[in-house]
């Protein structure tokens, strides 16, 4: 079992809907949590990370974090074309070393 | 602010050769980590580094080693390339060691490809 699971999707949603995407993981001393965003061909970027139990916003972004389901998500709102990327979730593992998920795949369409 | 520097963008180099890459931090940033990705795998961690000192490193053959300088600046050496070595190689820096509540931010990787 991986340490940081996701769905690989592809997870299509139309313009304008919200897109939530989520993630588990299996290390229960796991503190903090990212989102990163790659786009193809290039570098994952930093969205958004999350430490306490319950939800963080951040423009169109909201992230929830709940620690007794070790489940992660991550909510974008009023989707747009330009969100089609691979939503990567990242986790410190009990060795201090960044754990990521396999990444899932969101398409938005016009 | 600068970001995350890699070099070179793109690297071509013959089963058996041996291969260097190159990660500047972002300004201010102590701690240098490396990633192999690839399809199959996903992202994988290499190593981390800290203050000139390997503080991590995550399960690939001892081919893989790397190495920080005064100035933050790191290297990662790949030796014996082998075909399965093709990947993307990403480096990723933070202001403090990997733990808890540390940000990493990436630069835009070395592609490397083994023939």
């Known amino acids: 079992q991986k340490e940081v699971e996701q769905n690989s999707g592809p997870l299509s949603v139309p313009e304008g809907a919200i897109a939530s995407l989520n993630c588990t993981y299996s290390d229960r001393g796991s503190q903090s949590f990212f989102w990163y965003r790659q786009y193809s061909g290039k570098s994952p970027e930093l969205i958004m990370f999350?430490?306490?139990?319950g939800d963080k916003e951040d423009g169109r972004f909201t992230a929830q974090l709940n620690k007794a389901s070790q489940y992660v998500s991550l909510l974008i709102r009023d989707s747009q074309p330009s969100d089609s990327a691979t939503y990567l979730c990242?986790?410190?593992?009990?060795?201090?070393?960044?754990?990521f998920g396999g990444g899932t795949r969101l398409m938005v369409k016009p | 602010k600068a970001g995350v520097t890699q070099t070179p963008r793109y690297l071509i180099k013959t089963r058996g050769q041996q291969v260097t890459l190159s990660c500047s931090p972002i300004?201010?940033?102590?701690?240098v980590s490396w990633y192999q990705q690839t399809p199959g795998q996903g992202l994988q961690f290499l190593f981390e580094?800290?203050?000139?000192?390997?503080?991590n490193k995550g399960n690939f053959p001892g081919r893989f080693s790397g190495r920080q300088f005064s100035n933050s600046r790191s290297e990662m050496n790949v030796s014996t390339l082998e075909l399965g070595d093709s990947a993307l190689y990403l480096c990723?820096?933070?202001?403090?060691?990997?733990?808890?509540?540390?940000?990493?931010?990436f630069g835009q990787g070395t592609r490397l490809t083994v023939v």
């Open positions: 580094y800290f203050s000139e000192t390997q503080r």
């Open positions: 300004s201010g940033h102590r701690s």
């Open positions: 990723a820096s933070s202001l403090e060691p990997a733990g808890s509540n540390t940000e990493a931010f």
């Open positions: 999350i430490y306490s139990n």
């Open positions: 990242a986790a410190y593992n009990a060795g201090n070393m960044l754990t």
